[in-house]
């Protein structure tokens, strides 16, 4: 039986893709011609292909990278599908992060920042403790005026890395940020906070740390995030987590392959997909979200690491955050509940009330 061959034209007609377009994926291997004249060096394409190519074409059309389409291509059709899920997952992840730059910068041009001329600042404690399992503190954490900060170090220079990484934003408690490069300015203090722990490290790809910090302007909180500890905003008892988890299995759960109990108890959770420093190779930091953070009177944030949030729920935590407590009283009683449930891991937590003065 003889198979109907289609010219590239005809071919290029019934997928939708140009000839153009076509003589590319034969290059990139995407899709190759079913057979090429060896005289002419014409294209000619089964019918058979069509399927191929017209998935091709809707996955361009989806934005997919050409690698992605290679790897979508391979699978059967169920993984091809889940894979296609989870691509669609990390386009959304990335326009939420492009959202919130884009409400920042509305929000900048339009001068619509504080209004009234009600002076604020932050009322702040901090406390690390090595939990009661671990044999050593591979956490940091840092409160100042204008700067909160919790770092869990990972490797065999942990501690280092994370007092590192949270040493090199401290010149920030000494920085005015003009009004509009306070983003920019956490941006290069990561930087040289990424470089510190790349000093530490000193080559070992195991050496790294997580980063969440806050810098306060006197009527917001810029949040820097990477890795898996958090940032709660407590706000009229309501309890917001604002950051997003840097993990292999919250990347998961993102991608509808895993729900969050399931994640809550898999063995690889702490697996980071991006932390300062570790895996990372010289001169490159991989990228932290940044978020601008408008500030009300009474605002509770927290930040901590996660031996509090691996082991203590979201409803104790808010419980513990609601009641009538100093924030120095609030960080005791969660420690305090980290090691009651066994203290697996370091824990660490910093508290800030938003006060009118
Ligand atoms: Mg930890």
């Keep these: 039986m003889r198979t109907e061959m289609l010219t590239i034209g005809a071919f290029a007609r019934a997928c939708r893709l140009s000839p153009k377009a076509l003589r590319l994926y034969d290059e990139l291997d995407l899709l190759r011609p079913a057979r090429v004249d060896p005289d002419t060096g014409y294209r000619y394409y089964a019918a058979g292909q069509l399927e191929r190519a017209r998935l091709v074409a809707w996955l361009r059309r989806l934005g997919m990278p050409l690698a992605g389409i290679r790897e979508v291509c391979a699978l059967p059709p169920r993984a091809a599908a889940r894979e296609i899920r989870a691509h669609w997952a990390r386009v959304e992840a990335e326009t939420a992060v492009r959202r919130d730059l884009a409400a920042f910068l509305v929000d900048h041009l339009t001068g619509e920042s504080r209004k009234d001329t009600t002076m604020l600042e932050l009322r702040y404690s901090a406390h690390s403790d090595t939990g009661r399992v671990r044999p050593a503190n591979q956490d940091t954490a840092y409160a ?40 920019n300015l956490l941006e290069d203090a990561v930087q040289g906070a990424s470089q510190a722990v790349r000093d530490v490290a000193a080559g070992s790809e195991e050496v790294g740390t997580t980063l969440t910090a806050l810098l306060w302007t006197g009527s917001r909180l810029a949040l820097v995030h990477i890795g898996d500890s958090r940032a709660y905003l407590l706000r ?33 959770r702490a697996l980071l997909l991006k932390a300062l420093g570790a895996g990372t190779t010289a001169g490159t930091t991989a990228a932290p979200d940044l978020k601008l953070h408008d500030a009300l009177p009474g605002d509770r944030y927290l930040l901590c690491s996660d031996g509090l949030t691996g082991v203590v729920a979201e409803e104790r935590i808010q419980g513990l955050l609601s009641a009538p407590a100093t924030p120095d009283e609030a960080v005791r009683a969660l420690v305090d509940e980290a090691n009651e449930a066994g203290g697996p891991d370091n824990v660490s937590c910093v508290v800030a009330d938003v006060v009118a003065v």
């Design 236 to 268: 009229e008892g309501g309890l917001f987590r604002i950051t997003h988890d840097h993990t292999v299995v919250q990347s998961m759960i993102d991608e509808g392959r895993l729900t969050p109990e399931e994640a809550a108890a898999h063995p690889q």
């Design 144 to 183: 100042g005026a204008r700067l909160l900060a919790v770092a869990d170090g990972c490797g065999p220079a942990g501690a280092h890395a994370s007092s590192a990484a949270v040493e090199a934003l401290k010149f920030l408690e000494n920085t005015e940020p003009a009004a509009g490069s306070v983003l």
